[in-house]
């Protein structure tokens, strides 16, 4: 097109497009004419969320140019792209991340004093962009960002849900759930392309037919359509004008309405069609760590691994390549089985519609994906009933019976007569109904599979895919430890801190290399530095006191010790140990002299997360909680010394103010059931120390900081089993301690008890499957251990400084630059130098 314009065309386009200034002049300009212009508001008529709504578009304008510049330079030079799926980005707010990353933030901050408003206000206007649950959709955030920073040709593919992670309130304790209508405002980080309308169909019906070399070919006929629209989320990279995309696909309906149906009078049936389709990216689904086997969920699945790889193969195409060079230029990476439907459709489109033999599509099927698996809890591996497979999608049905088969067929070569084996690896479980293991069939698909910290990934080769192992051999299976952006979780989050380490290093370019935090480490001995840290983190924990007190109403001193449990509510992540913990300390202290009292150090004991709805025993943890927070922080005897709060509506923006204030953070899941954890993490970048059990990454933050600046307690994960067994068919007598505990929330201590006999009786009854009594002895220890050791305040601040200086490893650039050079193959392509 380009070619046909004459000189003057194209010297005005080249007049015309270069590129948005920075400096604080022009962002005024822009700020002022997207007020009169964009929102249509006179500029004496503005607040802070038009002045939010102006700076957006200010900083979206300059993204999408660079979003711009990026895809040109990828198109141009074609390179090997890696699509990261995944069915959750935990986002949270994207102004403030965009004005640091493009290195905007002082010279706009500056700009928008001018014009009246306070940066920080602006910034507090932002709705979350919540579409994840917890850390496996705020890790596909942070890989995004590092794909950015670091240059790689690199999609991610989502769906854009109507609604997020619902909205957490609390009612007398307990936890309600408000719908999370994020886009009721319009949205300036996403880009609406309506003109990129996939047609995605469920149902119908299976052809065979005969084609002209007389081989018997499959065609999937019939069926109703929906149409997937494009939005396109910008996520630009720190300290590079590369900024990659994440798209994520709404559904629509393909017609508007039945007109037939309309002019016949039947309104309602006649747009019966159009909320079917857009139901299925109406919602997130809000479990953590849990499969409910619900049809619309498959169909959210289908609907977006459908438009994915036909959008893919679609970019694919455009450079006339032979198939099976697909695998040289485009690498899937499936986040968790959410996404393994891509294998099969991969495969169908294959050989149903490209005409390939079968053996040559699966070749490059299983050089395209590779797998990455986010847990070992039985509950949350999901499986599909076959017969409602086959009714949505009645040829990948057959296609994974045929997958089975030939893989079966290989097993069974190279383990004879082992009828146990095939049973055991078999993509499909032979239960009434039949179901599909989505966990085997991406194995089987992948070329790699990996878990998420070394514990983890031993873990996954020794019980959960232990077969697989001997079957493939283990190179197939690899461990990728999880990280995190230090830009959002330290730079954004912490930007005292940030400066404090900018200033001993010298330079900022520990935040592109975050190995370079270990040379903080002989600053740990300069007195006046220590000075300096902890006036930081108390700065943080004034921050943070006044949103508990505007929150709750609660009087957090932040001379306290600051003792944090933010995470999703889940009976492996222990809430429950942490919060009978809190009893006992209750007790202790009521049992004092005043003398005694006088060396007690006070605490602050910080709850946060979401319980997902139907998970009625969590719910009672969230109750328990805001139970004993009443009646300890009522008890005017206990004074400053014990407070406990919970926080309500835990979401990424808030984990940004309360993870810089924390002294201590809880990471106390029974060994070997968290993957890997990546809060704790945060927690330890920004200087605070943890008390955790063995397991998941803690073993390798423990490795990196050494033993002196961490508090591990508790049974290993090999103990596991044999504790279990123990509680199921012996009568394990309950530690002492707890069972005066339980005995004291059972007298009424902290209001009617009845309403805790469910949670009471998984420790009963449900014979401790998470091992609260084999491990409460050794944490009340662990606990005294951290009351002693904050007593040394200089002492405590040299851990805190040693532990940000030696937690380089944990960046999410080390764990994406992994997975490019070990797994997908990948070169990175800087736009612009
Ligand atoms: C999770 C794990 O529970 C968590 O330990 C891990 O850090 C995270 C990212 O790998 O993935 N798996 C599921 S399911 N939800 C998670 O948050």
């Known amino acids: 097109e380009k ?89 949270g707010r994207s102004l403030d991340n965009a004005l640091l990353n493009l290195g905007l933030k002082e010279q706009f901050g500056e700009g928008v004093k001018e014009l009246g408003f306070r940066m920080e206000d602006v910034l507090e206007q932002e709705v979350d962009a919540a579409l994840g649950n917890g850390g496996l959709g705020r890790l596909a955030a942070c890989y995004m960002d590092s794909l950015a920073t670091l240059d790689y040709p690199a999609w991610g593919y989502g769906l854009r849900y109507t609604y997020g992670i619902f909205q957490q309130r609390l009612k007398d304790g307990f936890q309600m ?50 149409q997937a629209v494009a939005y396109d989320v910008p996520i630009p990279g720190y300290g ?35 909320m079917k389709a857009e139901n299925i990216t109406a919602v997130l689904y809000p479990n953590d760590n849990h499969m ?49 439907l891509a294998i099969v459709e991969l495969q169908r489109i294959l050989v149903d519609q490209e005409g390939l033999d079968w053996d040559d599509a699966w070749d490059i099927v299983t050089r395209t994906f590779a797998f990455t698996n986010h847990t070992v809890l039985p509950e949350a591996m999901e499986k599909w009933h076959v017969p409602m497979v086959e009714y949505l999608l009645p040829r990948h049905m057959q296609i994974i019976f045929d997958i089975n088969l030939f893989f079966l067929q290989k097993v069974e070569k190279q383990f004879p007569n082992d009828r146990d084996i095939l049973a055991k690896l078999s993509i499909i479980e032979e239960a009434t109904p039949q179901s599909v293991r989505m966990a085997h069939l991406a194995i089987v698909g992948s070329h790699r599979v990996n878990g998420v910290a070394a514990l983890h990934s031993n873990l996954i080769k020794t019980t959960i895919f232990k077969d697989f192992v001997k079957f493939y051999g283990p190179k197939k299976f690899e461990n990728k430890t999880n990280g995190i952006t230090p830009r ?82 889940h009976e492996y992540k222990r809430q429950f140990m942490n919060i009978l913990g809190v009893i006992h300390r209750y007790h202790y202290l009521k049992s004092l002299t005043p003398e ?39 008890d005017e005897s206990i004074e400053d010394l014990l407070k406990v709060v919970f926080i309500p509506d835990y979401n990424v923006s808030l984990a940004e103010i309360i ?23 945060k927690f330890v970048l920004n200087g605070g120390l943890i008390l955790g059990t063995v397991d998941g990454a803690n073993i390798e933050i423990n490795e990196e900081i050494g033993d002196d600046n961490i508090f591990l307690f508790g049974h290993l994960a090999d103990r596991v089993d044999d504790l279990r067994h123990a509680h199921r068919y012996r009568n394990v007598p309950m530690d002492p301690d707890l069972q005066s505990v339980i005995t004291s929330i059972e007298t009424g201590n902290f209001g009617d008890s009845r309403i805790f006999a469910p949670l009471i009786n998984t420790l009963t009854f449900g014979k401790d499957y998470y091992l609260l009594s084999d491990d409460f002895g050794s944490y009340l220890d662990a606990q005294k251990l951290v009351d002693e050791a904050y007593k040394d305040e200089d002492e405590w601040c040299k851990k805190s400084i040693l532990c940000t200086a030696r937690m380089g490893f944990f960046s999410s650039d080390r764990a994406i630059r992994e997975y490019a050079d070990q797994i997908w193959d990948l070169k990175p392509v800087p736009a612009k130098a």
Not at 55 to 75: K, P
Not at 598 to 605: E, T
């Open 659 to 681: 993870i810089p204030a924390s002294d201590i953070s809880q990471h106390i899941s029974t060994a070997g059931t968290e993957a890997s954890g990546t809060s704790n993490m």
């Open 240 to 274: 590079t004008k590369n900024c990659i995309n994440i798209r994520l696909w709404s559904s629509k309906p393909k017609r508007q309405f039945d007109l037939s149906r309309f002019n016949a009078g039947e309104y309602e049936q006649a747009v019966n069609e159009q």
């Open 596 to 634: 005694e009292r006088r060396d007690i150090v006070p605490r602050v004991v910080i709850f946060g997360g979401k319980a997902a709805p139907g998970y009625h025993i969590a719910k009672l943890v969230i109750k328990l909680i805001n139970s004993v927070s009443a009646t300890v922080n009522a």
């Open 3 to 91: 070619a046909k314009w004459s000189k003057e065309t194209l010297a005005i386009w080249e007049k015309y497009g270069c590129e948005e200034s920075v400096d604080k002049e022009s962002f005024q300009k822009s700020f002022v004419r997207h007020v009169n212009t964009t929102l249509a508001r006179s500029s004496l008529n503005v607040d802070n969320f038009s002045a939010y709504q102006a700076t957006a578009h200010t900083v979206r304008d300059r993204l999408i140019e660079r979003w711009n510049a990026t895809q040109q330079a990828h198109t141009l030079k074609d390179p090997k792209r890696v699509y990261y799926f995944s069915l959750e980005f935990l986002l």
């Open 488 to 569: 959002r979780w330290l730079h954004q989050a912490n930007p005292k801190l940030s400066n404090l380490i900018t200033e001993a290093l010298g330079d900022k370019k520990w935040l592109k290399d975050l190995s370079l935090l270990k040379n903080l480490e002989p600053h740990a001995k300069s007195k006046d530095y220590r000075r300096r840290w902890k006036a930081v983190k108390h700065s943080n924990k004034v921050r943070l006191a006044e949103y508990i007190k505007a929150k709750t109403g609660i009087d957090a001193n932040p001379n306290s010790l600051f003792d944090v449990q933010v995470k999703r509510i």
């Open 292 to 340: 409910v086997g619900k049809e619309l969920r498959l169909k959210q699945q289908f609907f977006w691994v459908y438009a994915s790889l036909a959008d893919i193969i679609r970019r694919f195409k455009k450079t006339d390549r032979a198939w099976d060079q697909f695998p040289e230029k485009v690498a899937i990476q499936l986040n968790d089985t959410h996404p393994t």
């Open 177 to 226: 759930e408000l719908p999370d209508y994020w886009l009721n405002f319009d949205n300036p980080w996403e880009l609406p392309r309506l003109d990129i309308a996939i047609e995605v169909r469920f149902g119908g019906y299976v052809s065979k037919y005969t084609d002209e070399n007389g081989r018997t070919r499959h065609r999937w006929e019939g069926g109703d359509g929906v």
